[in-house]
C-alpha cells in the first residue's frame, strides 16, 4: 500500500513588510506587482509608509524574497524596531552630503558657464574642459541615487522616475561633452531668453549640475517631509512608559513594560505615566489623560477607577494592577489601527498609481518624439536636446505618487493624537458625502446612568420612609433602574434596612419584604397584577410625570400606591455643543432611540434636535438607517452598544465611542477615544480636511504634469527651470499635507507631540 503524504492545508494570513530603496510611486507599483504574482496573495503597497501589506497564503519568507527579485530590499515588520528609522536617517544624511557638495560645485559652475559662455571675452584656453571637471563629481557621485537606481531597475526590466531623472542628467552632460569636442552647438536659446554666442556650447554642463542639484535638493527636503510626517504616527508609540515600578513580594522592582502580566501591581509616583491599562487599587490622583484623548483637563481617579496606559499621574501616588499586557493595552490598539489605516489605499489613490504605472514609458516616448520632431522641423541639435530634456524632467509625476499617501499618513497620525482613529480611506471618503448624522440616544448622547428626577407622593406615608422601602427592595437587583433607587437613597443619608422574600419579576419590576411590610416597586402592571389600586391623584401624577419623558416607577407598601418615581438618563455635558457643531457643519442630526416619543423627545428639546426616531427595538437600527438612505441621504451613525453594531455597519460611515461594546467598535469606521462628544464634529471635520488636502495635492499634481509638457515640448521651457519647477512640485505636495499636524481639536488647546517626547 502506498501512503501519499500531502501538505497540510495553508491557511490566509495577513501581515506586513518593511519595503527599503523605493523612491517614487512606480517603484511602489513594481513592488506591489511583484508581490500580487504570488499564488493567493493580495498585496497594497503604500509609498509614503514605505510598507507592504500582503493578506494571503504566503509566508514573510516567500514575500520577503518577491521584493528581492524586483530589485528591492524587505524585512517583516518589527523584525527590527530601530531599522527602519536608522535606514530613514542614513537616506537623509546621505542626501544632505550629496546635495551640499553638489551646490558647492554647481554655484561656481553656473558662474562659469554664464559668465566664460556668454563673454568670450574672458574665455581662456581650456575653459570648457575646467567646467567639465567641476561637473564631473556632480553629475557621477552626487547623482549617484539616480544612477543607480535606474540600473537596478533596468536590470529588472522596468522604468521609474529615476530613469527620467538619470536619462536627463546623462544627456545633459553627454551633448555638453560632445559639443565640445565636435563643436556641434554654435548658439541658440539660453534660458528661453535671448540668443547665446558662438562657441556656448558648455552650457549644457550647468543644466547638468543644476538639475542634479535641484532634483537633490526635492528629494532631501521631501524625505524629512515624510520623516516628520511618520514621526506623527511614532508619537504615539513614544508616549508608552519603557519601564515600570513593580510590586513584588514587598519589593519594588524597575522592569520593562513588556514584562508586565495582567494581576501584577504597579506603583506610579506623582508626574510619572501609567505604564499600562488597569484599575487602581490603592491611593488618588489627578490623571493626565491629554496624551491619549485629547482631553486637556486632567480627571480624577481612585481606588476601583480604571486608568489607562500612557496617561500620567499629575498629583498623587497610586497602586495599579495591570489589566491588559503590552500588546493589547489601548494604546497599542490605536497606534495598530492607525498603522493599518495608513497601509489601506483610497480609491482615488489606486487611479493614481495606475496612471504613474504608464506615465513614465510614455513620458520617454514623448521625450524622444519631441526630439525627433525638433531635428525634422529644422532646429539645432541643442534646441531638440533642451526639448526632450525638459519633457523628460518636466514630467515626473513624483507629486502624483506622494498626493494621497502623505496626507493620509499625516492626517491618521494627527486623528490619532487627538483620539480620533480612522480605520481606514474608506472614512474619509465617506465623510464628503455624508448629510445626515442619527445618534443613539443611551450611552450616546446619555452617560447610561439613570437618575431618579422626580419623586410624586400619592399616599400617606412619607418620602424619606418611601424612598426606604423602594431602595431595601431594588438593592439585590443589578439594573440601571434599581441603582438609581438606591443612589438616591444613599445620597439622601437614609439608612436602608434588609428585604426578605425578594423577587425579580423580569419587565414588571422586584417584590419583596422590608420591615415586615410587602413592598412592590414597577410598572403599572405589577400593580394591577397584585390588584393594587390607582387612585385619581395617583393617574394625574404618573401622567405629569411621563409628559417630561421620564421613565415611570410606581411604588406600592402594604397593598397601597404611595409614590410615582420619575427616572431619566442624565444627558452628557458635550452633547449639546456636540450637536450644534454637527449643525454647523450643515448636517441634519435625528436622535435615535428605543423608549418612547414622549422620552425621546424630551431629550431631543434639550438638545434642539428636530427629529426623533423613537420605539427603534434593537433589532430594527440597521433598518431604520437602511430607510433613511432609501430616501437619498448619506447616514453616518453614532453609537456605543452591541445593537447599535449592525447599524455602524449599515451606515455610510459608522463613528463608535471607544466607552462602547468590542462588537460596536469592529463595526465602526472611525472609533472615538476621547470621552467627550465634541470629537464627533472633530472627526468629521479632520476626515473633510484630509479629503480636500488630497483633492488640493491631485489637482495640481495632474495640472502641473499636463499644463507643463506641452510647454517643455515646444521648447519654452529650459531644462534647468524644469528640474527646479519638478522638485518645487514635490515639495509643495507634501508641505501642503503637512499642514494637517496643525489641525487642532473644536474649542480646545491644540496638542503638539514630537517622537521621543
Not at 510598507?51 to 514575500?63: C, E, F, S
Not at 488597569?278 to 476601583?304: C, F, K, L, W, Y
Not at 431619566?568 to 428605543?594: F, M, Y
Not at 431629550?603 to 432609501?630: C, M, N, Y
Amino acid at each position: 500500500m502506498t501512503v501519499t503524504e500531502t501538505a497540510p492545508e495553508r491557511t490566509a494570513t495577513s501581515f506586513d513588510l518593511d519595503i527599503e530603496g523605493m523612491t517614487c510611486a512606480a517603484c511602489a507599483g513594481r513592488v506591489e506587482k511583484a508581490l500580487n504574482r504570488l499564488p493567493g496573495v493580495t498585496a497594497t503597497v503604500n509609498f509614503a509608509a514605505e510598507r507592504a501589506t500582503i493578506t494571503g497564503v504566503a509566508d514573510a519568507t516567500q514575500a520577503v524574497a518577491a521584493v528581492e527579485r524586483a530589485g528591492y530590499r524587505a524585512q517583516p515588520v518589527g523584525a527590527d524596531q530601530g531599522r527602519s528609522r536608522t535606514v530613514a536617517f542614513d537616506r537623509i544624511s546621505s542626501l544632505r552630503r550629496r546635495l551640499t557638495v553638489a551646490a558647492l560645485l554647481t554655484v561656481p559652475l553656473m558662474d562659469a558657464t554664464i559668465v566664460l559662455a556668454l563673454v568670450p571675452g574672458l574665455r581662456f584656453p581650456g575653459w570648457e574642459w575646467a567646467c567639465v571637471l567641476l561637473a564631473v563629481p556632480i553629475v557621477t557621485w552626487a547623482a549617484a541615487p539616480f544612477h543607480r537606481a535606474t540600473w537596478n531597475n533596468l536590470r529588472h526590466g522596468a522604468v521609474t522616475m529615476d530613469t527620467l531623472v538619470s536619462l536627463g542628467i546623462a544627456v545633459a552632460f553627454g551633448w555638453a561633452v560632445a559639443s565640445i569636442l565636435w563643436g556641434g552647438y554654435d548658439g541658440g536659446r539660453w534660458l528661453g531668453f535671448g540668443v547665446a554666442p558662438g562657441g556656448a556650447h558648455a552650457i549644457y554642463l550647468d543644466v547638468a549640475a543644476g538639475m542634479t542639484t535641484f532634483q537633490l535638493a526635492g528629494r532631501y527636503f521631501e524625505a524629512k517631509a515624510r520623516r516628520r510626517a511618520a514621526d506623527v504616527l511614532e508619537a504615539l508609540r513614544a508616549l508608552e512608559s519603557p519601564t515600570a515600578r513593580l510590586l513584588r513580594d514587598g519589593e519594588e522592582l524597575i522592569v520593562p513594560t513588556a514584562e508586565l502580566q495582567i494581576g501584577d501591581r504597579v506603583q506610579v509616583f506623582a508626574g510619572e505615566a501609567i505604564p499600562t491599562d488597569g484599575t487602581v487599587v490603592a491611593g488618588r490622583s489627578a490623571i493626565d489623560t491629554s496624551a491619549m484623548t485629547g482631553e486637556p483637563v486632567p480627571r480624577e481617579a481612585s481606588i476601583g477607577d480604571a486608568v489607562i496606559g500612557a496617561t500620567v499621574s499629575t498629583d498623587g501616588m497610586i497602586t495599579v494592577e495591570v489589566g491588559a499586557t503590552r500588546a493589547a493595552t489601548q494604546l497599542s490598539r490605536m497606534a495598530a489601527i492607525a498603522e493599518r489605516a495608513q497601509e489601506r489605499k483610497a480609491r482615488v489613490q489606486r487611479l493614481a498609481d495606475r496612471v504613474v504605472a504608464v506615465f513614465v514609458p510614455a513620458v520617454i516616448a514623448i521625450a524622444l518624439v519631441t526630439g525627433l520632431a525638433w531635428v525634422f522641423a529644422g532646429g539645432v541639435g541643442g534646441e531638440a536636446v533642451s526639448a526632450a530634456i525638459a519633457v523628460l524632467i518636466i514630467a515626473c509625476p513624483c507629486a502624483l505618487g506622494l498626493a494621497t499617501p502623505t496626507a493620509l499618513m499625516v492626517g491618521i497620525g494627527r486623528g490619532a493624537q487627538l483620539g480620533i482613529l480612522m480605520k481606514g480611506q474608506d472614512a474619509l471618503e465617506a465623510s464628503g458625502h455624508i448629510d445626515t448624522v442619527v445618534l443613539d440616544k443611551t450611552g450616546t448622547l446619555t452617560d447610561g446612568r439613570m437618575t431618579v428626577r422626580t419623586v410624586a407622593m400619592v399616599g400617606s406615608l412619607s418620602e424619606p420612609r418611601v424612598l426606604a422601602f423602594a431602595a431595601a427592595v431594588e438593592r439585590p437587583a443589578s439594573h440601571a433602574v434599581a441603582r438609581a433607587v438606591v443612589e438616591r437613597a444613599a445620597a439622601s443619608g437614609l439608612a436602608i434596612g434588609e428585604v426578605e422574600d425578594f423577587a425579580l419579576m423580569p419587565g414588571l419590576g422586584a417584590h419583596g419584604v422590608v420591615d415586615g411590610r410587602e413592598v412592590l416597586v414597577g410598572n403599572e402592571s405589577l400593580l394591577h397584577d397584585r390588584g393594587v389600586e390607582i387612585t385619581t391623584a395617583a393617574r394625574k401624577a404618573a401622567d405629569r410625570v411621563g409628559s417630561d419623558g421620564e421613565t415611570l416607577m410606581m411604588v406600592a407598601v402594604a397593598g397601597r400606591l404611595e409614590a410615582v418615581f420619575g427616572l431619566a438618563d442624565s444627558i452628557k455635558d458635550s452633547a449639546a455643543e456636540a450637536v450644534a457643531q454637527l449643525q454647523a457643519l450643515g448636517l441634519r442630526t435625528i436622535l435615535l432611540t428605543g423608549d418612547g416619543p414622549a422620552a425621546g423627545r424630551a431629550v431631543a428639546d434639550r438638545l434642539d434636535i428636530a427629529e426623533v426616531l423613537a420605539g427603534i427595538l434593537p433589532a430594527d437600527k440597521a433598518a431604520a438607517v437602511a430607510t433613511l438612505q432609501e430616501e437619498g441621504c448619506k447616514v453616518a451613525m453614532v453609537g456605543d452598544g452591541v445593537n447599535d453594531a449592525a447599524a455602524l455597519a449599515q451606515a455610510d460611515l459608522g463613528l463608535a465611542l471607544s466607552s462602547g461594546t468590542d462588537i460596536a467598535l469592529q463595526s465602526a469606521d472611525i472609533i472615538l477615544v476621547r470621552d467627550d462628544l465634541s470629537a464627533v464634529p472633530d472627526a468629521i471635520r479632520l476626515s473633510r480636511r484630509i479629503l480636500r488636502i488630497i483633492k488640493g495635492n491631485l489637482v495640481w499634481a495632474f495640472g502641473y504634469n499636463v499644463a507643463a509638457i506641452p510647454i517643455a515640448a515646444l521648447g519654452l521651457l529650459n531644462p534647468l527651470i524644469a528640474a527646479a519647477a519638478m522638485s518645487l512640485s514635490s515639495m509643495f505636495v507634501v508641505h501642503n499635507s503637512l499642514r494637517l499636524r496643525r489641525f487642532s481639536a473644536s474649542g480646545r488647546r491644540s496638542i503638539e507631540y514630537r517622537a521621543g517626547s
